[in-house]
């Protein structure tokens, strides 16, 4: 299912965005940033909604040009908690919004990027698509969770494989451990993770996934000589899950985004889901 797009904003007032979840969601309002940070790797991390070409790019987020930020004079910037140590500085640019998505002792995530979306939208006098997105983002959501309930439904687990002896694994309270309960996929790892929902582990650890249905999905990129070298371990291949059918490969969506890359994040898992059953 796709979203409707929602028309461009008229001329109105020039924003920027230092991070990409606050970035793709003014898109969603109708409203093109006129700069975003690191919008050279939009197309590597965030992919979709695709950026128009006419953003310019500010530089990293954590060295942003400044002598842009300057000259664009913008009426707003947006930022998060992330980029605190800017904040002063950002301020003597320009009227700063700074939203709060994922925090330290937060809990799950996507009420916080609803509200997070709610209060962007107020600020930019865009409430009637803030709402409008969030309910076909919830009918999408939904749509996901019918489908996977027509499947048999196995738990799964998500990893990123840093080299062929480490990966990052993702459970509670990131955001792919939510929207993987709100379209009904249990996730199996319960081990602990920071706020932004992963931690870092040797191969070996995943010998604590035990049930055997489990689904171990690694999400791109992956190094090009990981799989190779697991081929010859024996360490990888006694673990349950490494057998045909168990184990695949996926497209990333951004773990640090908000309800576009959540949504992104829901139906590649449940595309790859119906593809499994």
């Known amino acids: 299912m796709a979203l409707t797009p929602l028309p461009a904003a ?18 969603s309002l109708g409203v093109v940033p006129a700069a975003v940070a690191s919008l050279a790797d939009w197309d590597k991390w965030v992919i979709e909604p695709e950026m128009p070409k006419s953003v310019i790019d500010l530089g990293s987020s954590w060295e942003v040009n400044f002598e842009i930020l300057a000259a664009l004079k913008p009426d707003l910037i947006l ?15 320009g009227k700063v919004l700074r939203l709060e998505t994922y925090q330290p002792d937060g809990g799950d995530i996507l009420p916080s990027v609803t509200a997070a979306t709610r209060k962007l939208a107020a600020e930019i006098g865009r409430e009637a698509e803030g709402e409008r997105f969030l309910a076909q983002a919830d009918v999408f959501f939904d749509d996901c969770r019918d489908r996977l309930a027509r499947k048999p439904r196995p738990p799964v687990a998500l990893v990123n494989f840093m080299d062929a002896r480490h990966v990052r694994v ?3 309270p990131g955001l792919y451990d939510a929207v993987l309960t709100r379209i009904g996929i249990a996730n199996v790892w319960k081990g602990p993770a920071n706020y932004w929902g992963f931690e870092t582990i040797g191969i070996e650890g995943l010998a604590r996934i035990t049930d055997p249905s489990t689904q171990l999905i ?6 090009g000589d990981v799989l190779p070298k697991l081929a010859q371990s024996p360490l990888w291949q006694a673990l349950p899950f490494v057998k045909p059918g168990h184990f695949s490969v996926m497209p990333s969506a951004l773990i640090f985004g908000m309800i576009n890359e959540a949504m992104r994040f829901a139906r590649l898992m449940t595309e790859r889901l119906e593809e499994t059953a």
Do not use: M, N
């Open 10 to 27: 008229a001329a109105g007032p020039k924003i920027v965005s230092l991070d990409y979840g606050l970035a793709s969601t003014l898109l």
């Open 79 to 93: 930022t998060t908690p992330y980029l605190d140590p800017s904040l002063q500085r950002l301020q003597s640019v």
């Open 170 to 172: 993702y459970g509670a």
């Open 218 to 223: 690694a999400l791109e990129p992956v190094p």
